[in-house]
C-alpha cells in the first residue's frame, strides 16, 4: 500500500514570505502530526490532527498552523517566514493516534529560507 | 520532554549484534515503548515497539526489564546500512486528547567494516 506522501520535497522561499506544506496519509490513517528537524534542535513536535481537530501542540509560535480534511490529508502553514524557519519538515500518520498505534513518516519536505 | 535516557552514540562491528540501551524510569503500566531509526536526511522509520512481553521482527528484537524501566533494542547481525540515528520513545500525552511522540536526542550508531 502507498506509504505516506509529502509535497513539494524541496522548497525555497524569502523571509517574509509564507508556504504551505502537504501530507498525504496512509489510506484509512485518521491521525496526522508534523514536526520540524533542525540540527540544532532535533526532531521536534508541531502538532496532530485526527478527524480534522487539532488535537495536540507543541511550542511554536502561531505563525505555524495546520488542518486536517475530510479525506484525512493535511497542509501545515507557515507565515512570515524566518531564516529559523528552514528545516526539514516531517509528518507522520496512524491509525488512531495513540500509544499502542504505529506511526508512519513521509520523507518530509526540505524547506530553505533566504 | 522526552521520557528516556539513551547513550549519544555507539559503535558496532559488521556481522555483529548492536545491544542499544534504553532507560525509561517514569514510564507507565499502559505505556508503550516504540523504537525508531533515522538514516540521514530520510524519515524515521518504525523499527519495533512493545509494552511489557519481549518482542521480535524481521529487523530487530527488543527486550523489555520486568519493571520496564528499561529496555535494549537488538539488531543480531549489524550491516554497514544499520548506521543511523536510533530513537526510544514513549508517547507522551499532552492533553487529555491523545498523545505524541516526542523525539529525545537518540543515538547514534556507527556500523563499521
Known amino acids: 500500500k502507498a506509504g505516506v506522501t509529502q509535497t513539494p520535497r524541496y522548497l525555497i522561499k524569502t523571509r517574509g514570505q509564507q508556504v504551505t506544506l502537504s501530507c498525504s496519509p496512509i489510506?484509512?490513517?485518521?491521525?496526522v502530526s508534523w514536526y520540524q528537524q533542525t540540527p540544532g534542535q532535533g526532531l521536534q513536535f508541531l502538532f496532530e490532527?485526527?478527524?480534522?481537530?487539532?488535537?495536540n501542540k507543541g511550542n511554536f509560535p502561531g505563525r505555524f498552523s495546520g488542518r486536517q480534511f475530510s479525506n484525512s490529508r493535511s497542509e501545515m502553514n507557515v507565515s512570515t517566514l524566518e531564516l529559523g524557519d528552514s528545516a526539514l519538515y516531517l509528518c507522520?500518520?496512524?491509525?488512531?493516534?495513540?500509544?499502542?498505534?504505529?506511526?508512519?513518516f513521509g520523507s518530509g519536505t526540505r524547506l530553505t529560507v533566504v | 520532554d522526552a521520557k528516556t535516557t539513551q547513550p549519544p552514540s555507539m559503535d558496532c562491528a559488521e556481522g555483529r549484534a548492536a545491544n542499544l540501551p534504553c532507560n525509561h524510569s517514569?514510564?507507565?503500566?499502559?505505556?508503550?515503548v516504540y523504537w525508531y531509526r533515522q538514516i540521514h536526511s530520510q524519515g524515521p522509520q518504525y523499527i519495533i515497539h512493545?509494552?511489557?512481553n519481549n518482542e521480535t521482527n524481521e529487523m530487530a528484537s527488543l527486550i523489555i526489564t520486568e519493571d520496564r524501566k528499561s529496555s535494549t533494542l537488538i539488531l543480531p547481525h549489524a550491516t554497514l546500512r544499520d548506521t543511523a540515528v536510533y530513537y526510544c520513545?514513549?508517547?507522551?500525552?499532552?492533553?487529555?486528547?491523545?498523545?505524541?511522540?516526542?523525539f529525545g536526542k537518540g543515538t547514534t550508531l556507527s556500523v563499521s567494516s
Open positions: 507522520a500518520s496512524s491509525l488512531w493516534g495513540t500509544s499502542n498505534y504505529g506511526y508512519t
Open positions: 489510506s484509512g490513517h485518521r491521525s
Open positions: 490532527y485526527f478527524s480534522e481537530t487539532q488535537r
Open positions: 517514569t514510564i507507565s503500566g499502559n505505556e508503550y
Open positions: 512493545g509494552l511489557k
Open positions: 520513545i514513549v508517547p507522551v500525552r499532552l492533553n487529555q486528547a491523545g498523545t505524541a511522540l516526542i
